[in-house]
T-cell receptor, first 114, second 115 residues
Framework: AQSVTQLGSHVSVSEGALVLLRCNYS??????LFWYVQYPNQGLQLLLK??????LVKGINGFEAEFKKSETSFHLTKPSAHMSDAAEYFC????????????FGQGTRLTINP | KAGVTQTPRYLIKTRGQQVTLSCSPI?????VSWYQQTPGQGLQFLFE???????NKGNFPGRFSGRQFSNSRSEMNVSTLELGDSALYLC??????????????FGPGTRLTVT
């Protein structure tokens, strides 16, 4: 069965610093990978996705992620953190083409220090 | 296009009661999925409906059920509520067809509190 592990339930960075949120997945078949963000009292917003093709994917708000099959990783990065990036971030995997079942990691709460 | 809408946004129920939550997908989306979010268990998949048929199901007891109507709107029902059912219930919609991009769009959720 597929699974997702997010390393670090809490990450704190200074404004302007690099943001790195780690995600490793387990899957016996090529996965579809997603990063979502959740602001307080809101639903999930898609940041970016990897399905096939280019392994470096760019998303909204300056975020990007790189799919590394050999490391089974899909880490999320942003070169320069903004205060508005403070939220909870979820990595998710879907392994069945066309199936709409996402398996989520436990989430990483990102705090931005002024 | 309007996003995914969920009603009600907040709900307080008593143990033993039942509850029905509603979800309206983005226009043109035929797949609706439901997730439960709790601090302890995180985000867990409940079930997915496509063209009025349940296509996928998570590991939840039979007290959790759902349905989808011909206009793709979906409802989920929880019977005999337990304290542990207190959670944020999220609905997501997707195109889920040939050539679709597979991403799901989430609604704001319904916060259910069971007392």
């Amino acid at each position: 069965a597929q699974s997702v592990t997010q390393l670090g339930s809490h990450v704190s960075v200074s404004e302007g610093a690099l943001v790195l949120l780690r995600c490793n997945y387990s899957s016996s078949v090529p996965p579809y990978l997603f990063w979502y963000v959740q602001y307080p009292n809101q639903g999930l917003q898609l940041l970016l996705k990897y399905t096939t093709g280019a392994t470096l994917v760019k998303g909204i708000n300056g975020f990007e992620a790189e799919f590394k099959k050999s490391e089974t990783s899909f880490h999320l990065t942003k070169p320069s953190a903004h205060m508005s990036d403070a939220a909870e971030y979820f990595c998710a995997v879907s392994v069945i083409q066309g199936a709409q079942k996402l398996v989520f990691g436990q989430g990483t709460r990102l705090t931005i220090n002024p | 296009k309007a996003g995914v809408t969920q009603t009600p946004r907040y709900l307080i129920k008593t143990r033993g009661q039942q509850v029905t939550l509603s979800c309206s997908p983005i226009s043109g989306h035929r797949s609706v999925s439901w997730y439960q979010q709790t601090p302890g268990q995180g985000l867990q998949f409940l079930f997915e409906y496509f063209s009025e048929t349940q296509r996928n199901k998570g590991n939840f007891p039979g007290r959790f059920s759902g349905r989808q109507f011909s206009n793709s709107r979906s409802e989920m029902n929880v019977s005999t509520l337990e304290l542990g059912d207190s959670a944020l219930y999220l609905c997501a919609s997707s195109l889920s067809g040939q050539g679709a991009s597979y991403e799901q769009y989430f609604g704001p959720g319904t916060r259910l509190t069971v007392t």
